[in-house]
């Protein structure tokens, strides 16, 4: 495989289960994101991890739990989330590392588009 | 006012012609700027970036910065029906370090 894939493509939960989104890059990049896309929003950089080390937290909820056991995967744990929290999760890989410069060169896996009931 | 802000659209161009979108910006610093597009059900892919003032050519895209008006822009030369999708302008702050996007502007190119 190669790029940025992320598993599961589509996912229904309720406000009461947990549930984990996957990202997993073959690029062999240093800096993973996650991104959230909401309809008519701009993108919004939810965290940052730098050689599996967290460097970003943007204010985002306890409700989600990132995890990055090494610089291929990355995770995002879910649970007691919102209806309002129903988007587009967007995984991101860039080369450079993402430390003092962060780069705007990002690619970007297909995403997982999260219905919360 | 908005960090980047562009215009949501849609812009309908016929095809062949010139697509035109615009970009601006509140951060004066900021040095490197970045057009994504976004095809619709996709994720966004990097087509183009720019960190000197004036145009920078790939192609059909042509990328316009102006730092002194504080905006960038994107032409698209041709335009053909597969252009037509959502373009993201992002901008990386000089404050914070992080890539700030846009609300992206849908172009429509009619056949």
């Known amino acids: 495989e190669t790029g940025v894939t992320q598993t599961p493509r589509h996912l229904v939960m309720g406000m009461t289960n947990k549930k984990s989104l996957k990202c997993e890059q073959h690029?062999?990049?240093?800096?993973m994101y996650w991104y959230k896309q909401s309809a008519k929003k701009p993108l919004e950089l939810m965290f940052v991890?730098?050689?599996?080390?967290?460097?970003e937290n943007n204010s985002v909820p306890s409700r989600f739990s990132p995890e990055c056991p090494n610089s291929s995967h990355l995770f995002l744990h879910l649970h007691t989330l919102q209806p309002e929290d129903s988007a587009l999760y967007l995984c991101?890989?860039?080369?450079?590392?993402?430390?003092?410069?962060?780069?705007?060169?990002?690619?970007f896996g297909e995403g997982s588009r999260l219905t919360v009931l | 006012q908005k960090e980047v802000e562009q215009n949501s659209g849609p812009l309908s161009v016929p095809e062949g012609a010139i697509a035109s979108l615009n970009c601006t910006y509140s951060?004066?610093?900021?040095?490197?700027f970045f057009w994504y597009r976004q095809y619709s059900g996709k994720s966004p892919e990097l087509i183009m970036f720019i960190y000197s003032n004036g145009d920078k050519e790939d192609g059909r895209f042509t990328a316009q910065l102006n730092k002194a008006s504080q905006y960038v822009s994107l032409l698209i030369r041709d335009s053909q029906p597969s252009d037509s999708a959502t373009y993201l302008c992002a901008v990386v702050s000089s404050n914070t370090g992080k890539l700030i996007f846009g609300q992206g502007t849908t172009l429509q190119v009619k056949p």
């Open positions: 951060d004066r610093g900021s040095q490197s």
């Open positions: 991101a890989s860039s080369q450079r590392p993402a430390g003092t410069t962060y780069t705007g060169e990002l690619f």
């Open positions: 690029l062999g990049h240093n800096a």
């Open positions: 991890y730098n050689f599996k080390e967290q460097t």
